[in-house]
């Protein structure tokens, strides 16, 4: 172990190996819920380090077959399924790859930059921005998260609507194989049919195939105008009813669709009572809609208007507001985004990242959350989502007065089988955003079919033999 921590210290320098001190930071995920030993936090000032590194533990492993040595690539962190910190062996050496922040490069005719993987999100929204684009990823936690970690997750967002997940953001990679190799896969092409789309591989593989390095991504033009819109609906069928209505109506300007329940909101109110949450005290559900037009705010605001109008005269809208400006505008997005910190200040519960056929959402929350309830009278749901993707976050929380971590403790088991079952039931994800991590492995194995496992588990040992890249997340070999 010692002539492998003096290798690395020789390949990042000294400064850059933690082993001592508080590494709470990059041992705890940001739920809280593992809290490992790392055997050093290894950060690396690029990619030629990246692969040194990579290469000097993959030795020291060939070596020492016993040692255990393996490497948790990290971004920022904020990854909700325990898949960036180590296990408690003290024996995987956390890869955070945040000193790798720069833009490379931004061509304007080819609509692409190219980035390298520490990058935070919201520093790449911005430098998209000021050169005139967009770069639409985007979420609560951009101000902390990393393109890499976005990657290696397939992160989804607010704008997968119209834009699609980070996957579909992405032209070309950048990839230190798990042998220390580095694969220059940086291609800027949208057409590319040679064989394997390798790039897919590495996407969405949480760290267990390779270190993601730099990445070139795609840009849009900005529009010329935002508009975002806040509605009561009477039910989550209501709900579906107004995302049909608007997609006729603002087609490729329907940027944003998402629900969010009366408990969830309820929260809000209740942890962030400066934030005014509107329209929610008299209904179930309350959307938040957003319009990207090309033309202008006046064309927007028209367009808006009479979606608003047929939706109100049709009863699957009973009120709305249009935001007047852009800050309050931020302010209804900010009200969604605060949903997950409501949430943690409420105490902890059990959370579900599922995604449904949007046609089928209302019957299956209808069904699910009545079977919970026969289950676990007075236990309440916290029910929001991207609905345009059909993808919810089905979190259920212990009934009033119970405590959160008892109520985790002795139901967790019980209620994740009752709503993954159902989920199966009605031919959902048990995952749509968040990943697998170490959370999920053993639900995967349930739910995924024993061919898909399979052919998952042939691909891990073929790209990493040796079983170095985030062991036991995703896929146990
Ligand atoms: C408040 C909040 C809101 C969120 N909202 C959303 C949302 O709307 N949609 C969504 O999809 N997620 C969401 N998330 C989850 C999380 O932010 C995303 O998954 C994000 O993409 C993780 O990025 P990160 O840099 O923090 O990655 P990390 O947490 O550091 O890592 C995530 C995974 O990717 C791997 N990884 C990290 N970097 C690399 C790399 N360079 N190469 C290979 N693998 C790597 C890690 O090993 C780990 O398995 C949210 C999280 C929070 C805290």
Redesign the pocket.
Known sequence: MHTLMEDLRHIVGSAHVYTDGDLTAWEQD?RKRSHGKALAVVRPAGTDEVAQVVKACAAFREANPDSGISI?????????VV??TPDESGRQIVLS?QRMNSVRSLDADNLTMTVE?GCLLQNLQEHAEAADFLFPLS???EG???I???L??N????QVLRYGNTRELCLGLEVVTAQGELWHGLTGLRKDNTGYDLRDLFIGA??TLG??TAATLKLYPLPAAQLTAWAAVPSLEHAVTLLGLAHRHLGAGLTGFETMGQFALSLVSKHFPHLPVPLHSDSPFCVLLENSDRESEAHARARFEHLLETALNQGCVTDAVVAGNLSQARQLWHIRESI?LAQVAEGLNIKHDISIPVSRLADFVQTTDSLLQKFIPGVRLVNFGHLGDGNLHYNVQAPEGVNAADFLRSQEENVNRLVFDSVAEFKGSISA???I?GLKVDTLQRYKSPVALEMMRAIKRALDPLNLM?PG?VIRV
């Open positions: 940001w948790v690539p990290q971004g920022g962190n904020t990854g909700l898949g960036a790859l993987a979420m609560a936690s902390s998260c990393t890499g970690g976005n290696g997750s992160a989804g967002g607010t949480e760290g270190v993601i997950p955003e968040h990943g991590g985030n997340r």
